[in-house]
Structure formats: structure tokens, C-alpha cells
């Protein structure tokens, strides 16, 4: 079964290196807590909030060793009024066997825990 496996964190500073290391810790703790492999991955979305430009988060996951042949892809988030700033999502689908919906182990970071705080581990 593939599932949708969501996450979110946010940067502090519109930097390369914040954005690198913050795509890269929500992506790898998204694997680890789903027990995901490279090949079970079928595609990974990433978004960003407008004010996130200074960097593509997808490079730093498709440097991850393993990962260079998973396709990603890079969007930005529609910009409504009060939305939670420097702001990074991912949607990760991959094929998690028999686990059911409510099992899946989403991940919200560092300020993204408000955008979903019943699912925030």
C-alpha cells in the first residue's frame, strides 16, 4: 500500500545552510520513523513558504546516499495571509506494506508542531 507520508519544519533565517539542514533532518526522520528504504519511496514533494528562496530543500535529500534516484519535486506554497512563515513541507509516498492510515508516523519540527499539533511526535 502506498500512503502519503507528511512532515513540516521551519528555518529561522533564509540561509542555504538552514534550509539544507532542516529539509535534510525532516526527510531523514520521516524515513527513520517509518522504517522507509529507498526503494519504497515513489516520489517526494517539497514545499516552501515564499520567504524560503535562498536554496532548493530537495538537494540535500537527493545528495542522502541511496536516494539520488528518487524523484523530487520543488513548489511553492500558496501564500495566504497568516500562514505559518519560513516554512518547509514534505510529502513523502511510499510503500509501507499493510500499515494502516492512522499508523503512519507524520513529523512536524521546530514551529511547524502548530500546524498540526494531533499529529506532532
Same mark, same amino acid.
Given at each position: 500500500? $502506498? @500512503?502519503?507520508?507528511? +512532515?513540516?519544519?521551519? #528555518?529561522?533565517?533564509?540561509?542555504?545552510?538552514? %534550509?539544507?539542514?532542516?529539509? !535534510?533532518?525532516?526527510?531523514?526522520?520521516?524515513?527513520?520513523?517509518?522504517?522507509?528504504?529507498?526503494?519504497?519511496?515513489?516520489?517526494?514533494?517539497?514545499?516552501?513558504?515564499?520567504?524560503?528562496?535562498?536554496?532548493?530543500?530537495?538537494?540535500? $535529500? @537527493?545528495?542522502?546516499? +541511496?536516494?539520488?534516484? #528518487?524523484?523530487?519535486?520543488?513548489?511553492?506554497? %500558496?501564500?495566504?495571509?497568516? !500562514?505559518?512563515?519560513?516554512?518547509?513541507?514534505?510529502?513523502?509516498?511510499?510503500?509501507?506494506?499493510?500499515?494502516?492510515?492512522?499508523?503512519?508516523?507524520?513529523?512536524?519540527?521546530?514551529?511547524?508542531?502548530?500546524?498540526?499539533?494531533?499529529?506532532?511526535?
Amino acid at each position: 500500500m $502506498i @500512503r502519503g507520508i507528511r +512532515g513540516a519544519t521551519t #528555518v529561522t533565517t533564509n540561509t542555504e545552510e538552514a %534550509i539544507y539542514k532542516a529539509s !535534510a533532518d525532516l526527510f531523514q526522520e520521516i524515513v527513520t520513523a517509518n522504517k522507509l528504504e529507498p526503494e519504497a519511496i515513489s516520489s517526494v514533494i517539497v514545499s516552501v513558504t515564499s520567504d524560503i528562496d535562498a536554496a532548493f530543500p530537495a538537494k540535500p $535529500i @537527493r545528495e542522502l546516499a +541511496g536516494f539520488q534516484f #528518487v524523484p523530487i519535486m520543488g513548489v511553492m506554497e %500558496i501564500p495566504v495571509p497568516g !500562514a505559518l512563515a519560513m516554512c518547509i513541507r514534505l510529502m513523502v509516498n511510499a510503500e509501507v506494506g499493510d500499515v494502516a492510515q492512522q499508523d503512519v508516523t507524520h513529523i512536524y519540527l521546530e514551529g511547524a508542531t502548530v500546524l498540526r499539533p494531533d499529529l506532532a511526535k
